[in-house]
């Protein structure tokens, strides 16, 4: 049930589990870190005889009220860990606390649970001094922050101005038999938390009880969403035992409309964010104080491309244009000294003519399909929908679940541009583009390709012309020699964290007539012919870029899959 149960626990019975539980608390040792006694002024409240705190930063209250339900497993005290990730992430967010302690199994129910927390939430929200209301809960803490949530809703209390569910566990009756599967699934190769038939009976004789089938309490995961929360941001580790829960949530609040934000880490498990010596803890953590704070300083480093874009609108509007990246970074007034970036002037150069390549490439398709359908693949923070949106266009941006959502908190909701959060080796992606009939369709990839091996390459190209065939792709790549000279390179890292290139085009026709003989060049070009060599440019760089017009070290392809007519049907 948690980290403090070992494998052993797998093979006990549901009574064998509640005396352990029982047994693991009397052991317990409950104490307030003393980092966190210094930090905050510190109250005890009562609500239906359970103990709540409330704290406040001693400096710098801005008026935020973190109202957080601990990741109990249901039955098990808060641990000093938690206490310490919540203050760090508090004094972060110079916001207060609001600390319910409410009753766990086998003691108590779900039924005693939210007659403690209920009443507590309506007070949290009713103090003078509360400005923002946080709802925050971790593992099954996380499932009782989106019960509540839910519960207030219905009873007409103050909505939550943010809702964050943090590797939650949202289910205790499980009702959903193929995600059950999975848990089992799962369970086979988890380390700490597990599932069988006994935790089912333990949950079901102690936790539930009289609730049953009130899934809004019990298991919100398929309770309405519908204005819970005008924000609701969701954290997952992909080795999480409930992360199946986790994905299939989100897909369930997108579909309804909800404005749901999804961080999801590969290599993490359950309260990942906890514990700080996880690999993506500090990562994590930061996402998480940007998504409070309404910032981006984790993201600087994703941010710092549109702030060479924004320089190149500047130095060559005639080739690049990008007027909502000038804003965007003379609005926020970032600092990106601290990042250190190693640019030279031929890589900065040679960027811009990157994005002047596929945005031209991207415009000429658009004037021959005005109402088609274009996917950027590996889009990052790019915003070139916006810089060649005809108005008519239907748009898709892919990255990964972490980029994307940063990128709705920056842009918003956009009309006829729809964001899908997935890598791209996942090829489930594509099964979301939705295409008008015969109007056309376009993949373009500016440099994302470098970063996969060739089969990998390959592959994406083969299952986009098997679902899209006679679609166009344009992509960005480099030779065998420029990618080994990028990969040798003490200052190739730029602002990124260092990737080896892989993926090297010598012979576009060659290579694609070797997969397959219906793939047609219909153009390759090294990437300076869109962009006219500037002037102001040491010699060293000018003998470069003249040196990519004849050895096409840098180049941009475009080709089309197949030669069938495109009939895949837009749905509505």
């Known amino acids: 049930m948690g980290k403090a149960i070992s494998s052993k626990f797998h093979r006990m019975r549901a009574e064998d589990l509640k005396r352990q539980v029982e047994l693991s608390k009397r052991k317990a040792e409950f104490k307030i870190p003393p980092f966190v006694v210094k930090q905050f002024d510190i109250d005890e409240l009562h609500e239906e005889g359970r103990l709540c705190y409330r704290l406040v930063p001693k400096q710098g209250f801005n008026g935020t009220y973190i109202m957080y339900l601990y990741s109990s497993k249901l039955c098990f005290r808060m641990n000093p860990a938690e206490w310490m990730f919540l203050a760090k992430t508090a004094l972060a967010c110079h916001a207060g606390i609001f600390l319910p302690m409410y009753p766990l199994a086998p003691e108590h129910c779900c039924r005693e649970v939210f007659q403690m927390l209920e009443p507590a939430y309506a007070n949290c ?42 590797s939650p566990m949202m289910d205790t009756e499980f009702f ?23 935790v089912k009976e333990f949950l079901n004789s102690y936790w539930v009880r009289d609730y049953a089938v009130k899934t809004e309490y019990t298991s919100p995961y398929y309770g309405d969403m ?69 910032t981006f300083d984790t993201s600087l480093r994703a941010i710092y491309p549109l702030k060479m874009m924004s320089d190149w609108s500047k130095k060559y509007p005639e080739y690049f244009k990008d ?12 600092d990106f000294t601290r990042l250190n970036p190693h640019i030279s002037e031929y890589q900065n150069i040679r960027m811009a003519a990157d994005a002047s390549a596929c945005d031209t490439l991207v415009r000429r398709f658009t004037e021959e399909f005005p109402c088609g359908t274009v996917v950027h693949m590996a889009c990052r923070l790019d915003n070139m929908f916006g810089r060649v949106d005809n108005g008519r266009i239907q748009w898709y941006s892919v990255d990964s679940h972490n980029i994307m959502s940063v990128r709705r908190a920056m842009y918003g909701v956009r009309e006829r541009e729809k964001t899908i959060g997935r890598r791209l080796m996942d090829f489930s992606w594509l099964d979301e583009i939705r295409c008008k009939q015969n109007q056309g369709v376009m993949f373009v990839c500016d440099d994302g390709f470098s970063y996969l091996n060739k089969n990998e390459v390959r592959d994406l190209i083969a299952k986009i012309r098997a679902l899209f065939p006679g679609s166009h792709l344009v992509f960005t790549a480099s030779s065998t020699l420029a990618n080994a000279t990028a990969n040798t390179w003490k200052h190739s890292q730029t602002v990124q964290k260092r990737k080896k290139r892989r993926f090297s085009v010598n012979n576009a026709a060659q290579m694609f007539g070797a997969w397959r003989p219906d793939y047609r060049i219909i153009d390759e070009q090294p990437i300076f012919r869109y962009l006219e060599i500037p002037k102001k440019l040491g010699w060293v760089t000018k003998l470069m870029c003249r040196y990519n017009l004849i050895g096409y070290n840098h180049r941009i392809i475009h080709v089309k899959l197949g030669s069938e007519e495109y009939k895949i049907n837009y749905k509505y």
């Open 176 to 198: 959903d038999k193929s995600l059950e599967q999975e848990l089992i699934e799962n369970s086979k190769h988890a380390k700490w938390t597990f599932y069988n038939e006994h």
């Open 323 to 334: 007027d909502w990246a000038s804003r965007f970074i003379y609005d926020h007034k970032f």
């Open 226 to 294: 519908t204005d819970i929360c005008d924000d609701v941001v969701l954290f997952s580790g992909v080795q999480d035992l409930y992360h199946c829960y986790a994905r299939e949530f989100y897909k369930k609040a997108k579909k309804a409309g909800v404005n749901i934000r999804f961080f999801e880490f590969e290599d993490e498990a359950e309260d990942f964010m906890i514990y700080d010596k996880t690999k993506e803890y500090k990562k994590a953590q930061g996402f998480l104080i940007d998504c409070i704070n309404g």
């Open 125 to 166: 929200t009713k103090g003078q001094d509360v400005e923002r209301v946080v709802l925050m809960g971790c593992g099954a803490g996380g499932g009782l922050a989106l019960s509540l949530a839910m519960a207030a809703w219905r009873e007409g209390l103050r909505k939550p101005d943010q809702l964050y569910l943090l």
